[in-house]
């Protein structure tokens, strides 16, 4: 753990990890461009600053071979633009990337040289193959143990590619595109799926994925997803790592290409542009789904971009757990001690060993994450304490978390600050957890409870705390007799709330 609290100690100062500066992503793709200002180069980046305009580059291209005139006015204004704004940013690097419009266009080049020229550097040309890679990677870097099938949809081209951890299988581009399939399909749902299910045919990755999840990675894939949780009512309206049941992906794209989608809740939140491509991104959808008989979909808000940002990484940095990463951020930047941070994942780890609550890898990372974020609200008023944290990291830009996940670290860090009898907040974000996860977090919480109580929450003490005993006979929490001053009836009567969620006694005793 203090590998991780090292890597990023000078973030106390600057607010960025050391020595690193804002770095800038264009992407052009065939439906739109979108700029991409990052904090740093990191394993966890946090974004600066976001825009995209849709540009329709690829609108044309299926009609008539070239980018449009019109389409390249307004690409060149917003790539102006976006470059005055990198400036603006302090970004010393701009990493620039064109997809499937431009590289199939006939007046591509003239395209690219222009861009080049406005953007100061050089673009970078994908292939299909690389843009494939380039996704992967991007779910790579934002999910934990990925395993199943990367799927990129843009406007001009599908990338498919299997991923399992850190390996990936052979990238392969299908014209199935939202900008050109529609253009071939005449704007048909049905039609569309038809192409699809033809295209996908004997593709080795979605053989392989044979029921295994499938990453979904696109602008329209996402407005999807965003769509089925206006419709649902889902209580935590985080894109990334939202998963649906093949049944439910099923009927909902169903809906979305046989019913008007002006009766859809959200779809005024949905661009027009977006709008029309909405039936056969889901016929689409729905394909891939079938043919790989996929165990669910799992819809991603990283995707090529990131993907290439992390190429540029250490291989070191690449193996680091990007939540905990971003967890221990998190701890130096708004926790009274991140040292202390860390001691409680040790002094837990210990505690759960010893209470035979040892569980997976899985879970111990997301009980790190809960220790590390378990003082981030300490400066807000004390009567919301609980929420404020609960909030933080409901709706927190972190990766490599799904939303279970996410709501066990969100209800743990309420219990933490408001006591374990205080269920007033959301039910909704309880039902996200398992019966197991809310009483881990619940256990986790008084365990952080109690050990404020004899730290303030500030380094040193706690690695003198150690806990001994077993179940039958009880446990006890022992003090160096130079700490002993530091039990009390408040400390007592926290270790005993501990002892009743172990079904055991536990006291305080000095060695």
């Not at 860390?342 to 994450?369: G, H, I, M, P, Y």
Request: proline share 3%; aromatic share 8%; net charge neutral.
């Amino acid at each position: 753990m203090t590998d991780f609290l090292s890597d990023v100690r000078a973030i106390a100062e600057k607010g960025v990890p050391d020595g690193s500066e804002p770095v800038t992503v264009v992407d052009i793709g065939s439906n739109s461009i979108r700029l991409v200002i990052y904090e740093g180069l990191t394993r966890a980046p946090n974004i600066l600053f976001n825009e995209k305009i849709q540009a329709g580059l690829g609108i044309s291209v299926a009609e008539t071979g070239e980018l449009s005139p019109e389409a390249l006015d307004r690409a060149f204004a917003a790539l102006r633009r976006f470059k005055f704004l990198s400036n603006q940013a302090g970004a010393k690097k701009l990493f620039a990337l064109a997809t499937a419009a431009a590289r199939e266009a006939k007046n591509g080049d003239h395209f690219i040289a222009t861009a080049n020229e406005i953007l100061g550097t050089e673009i970078r040309l994908l292939s299909g193959k690389e843009e494939a890679h380039f996704a992967a990677m991007g779910v790579r870097a934002a999910f934990h143990k990925p395993n199943g099938v990367v799927g990129d949809m843009g406007g001009g081209s599908l990338e498919l590619l299997q991923i399992k951890k850190n390996d990936f299988g052979h990238g392969i581009t299908l014209p199935l595109g939202g900008l050109r399939l529609s253009h071939d399909a005449k704007g048909d749902p049905d039609k569309a799926a038809k192409i699809a299910k033809k295209s996908l045919k004997d593709v080795k990755a979605i053989e392989k994925g044979q029921g295994k999840d499938f990453f979904a990675v696109g602008g329209t894939w996402r407005n999807i997803a965003k769509l089925y949780m206006a419709e649902t009512d889902y209580p935590l309206h985080i894109i990334h790592d939202f998963r649906m049941s093949q049944k439910d992906v099923l009927k909902f794209c169903d809906r979305l290409q046989t019913k008007p989608l002006y009766e859809l809740r959200g779809i005024d939140d949905v661009s027009t542009s977006r709008r029309a491509l909405l039936p056969i991104g889901a016929a689409v959808l729905a394909s891939v789904v079938k043919a790989m008989d996929a165990s669910s979909v799992r819809f991603s808000a990283y995707g090529v971009r990131e993907g290439v940002l992390s190429s540029f990484l250490e291989a070191d940095l690449l193996l680091h757990d990007p939540l905990v990463t971003a967890a221990v951020l998190f701890a130096v930047l708004r926790s009274r001690s991140a040292d202390h941070a860390v001691e409680l994942c040790n002094w837990t780890d210990q505690a759960f060993e010893l209470f035979n609550k040892v569980n997976d890898s899985d879970q111990a990372r997301l009980r790190w994450a809960a220790c590390l974020l378990a003082d981030i609200a300490w400066r807000a008023h004390p009567d919301y304490r609980g929420r404020q944290s609960m909030n933080i990291i409901s709706h927190g830009d972190f990766v490599g978390l799904d939303h279970a996940g996410r709501a066990f670290l969100a209800v743990t860090a309420y219990y933490r600050n408001e006591g374990l009898s205080d269920n007033s907040f959301s039910t909704s974000l309880l039902a996200l957890c398992t019966k197991e996860q809310v009483e881990e977090a619940r256990l986790l919480a008084a365990l952080l409870r109690l050990a404020t109580l004899f730290t303030a929450s500030m380094p040193t003490i706690l690695k003198e705390l150690r806990f001994t005993g077993d179940s039958s006979s009880g446990y006890q929490l022992m003090l160096p007799r130079g700490l002993a001053d530091l039990n009390g009836e408040r400390p007592q009567r926290r270790a005993k709330r501990v002892g009743q969620l172990l079904d055991a006694d536990l006291t305080i005793d000095t060695v």
